[in-house]
């Protein structure tokens, strides 16, 4: 009788625990999928910079009420004042599209295109996102 007990109660730790580890696995997928960024370098023209932060805070503020935008961090490189890294998060690749046919995203896009020197724009797909 105690050995029956025993195998019901390593049967079931084991249920529990395939359970716990699925169900883990599961939010992690959930987590990562529906997540497409778009990566943007750019190098701004000194005697530009503060219309161009006006200009681009004005535009990720809008786009984050954006129903298919989940983040838009504007970051600026340490060495570099005249350098921004745009990092956008989307539910997918036709909400970009979306946030490009808003009127806020228009009015930036013609604003800045007099003060950016360069451009690199980087399509890319989320594997995994950690954070608290």
Same mark, same amino acid.
């Given at each position: ?10 049967? #079931? *730790?084991?249920?529990?625990?395939? %359970?716990? /580890? ?7 997928? &959930?987590?990562? !999928? ?42 600026? #490189? *340490?060495?570099?004042?005249?350098? %921004?890294? /745009? ?7 036709? &909400?970009?599209? !979306? ?34």
């Amino acid at each position: 009788m105690l050995k029956s007990i025993s195998l019901a109660t390593a049967t #079931l *730790a084991i249920s529990a625990a395939c %359970f716990v /580890l699925l169900a883990a696995g599961q939010r992690v997928e &959930a987590q990562s !999928a529906g997540m497409y960024v778009n990566s943007v370098d750019l190098d701004i023209l000194p005697a530009e910079r503060d219309n161009f932060l006006a200009a681009i805070k004005e535009n990720g503020a809008a786009a984050v009420t954006e129903p298919g935008c989940k983040r838009f961090d504007i970051l600026n #490189l *340490a060495s570099d004042p005249n350098h %921004f890294l /745009l990092y956008e998060v989307y539910e997918n690749e036709a &909400a970009l599209k !979306a946030h490009r046919e808003t009127d806020h995203f228009k009015k930036f896009a013609a604003a800045a295109s007099k003060m950016v020197a360069k451009r690199d724009a980087r399509a890319m797909s989320v594997i995994a996102s950690n954070a608290k």
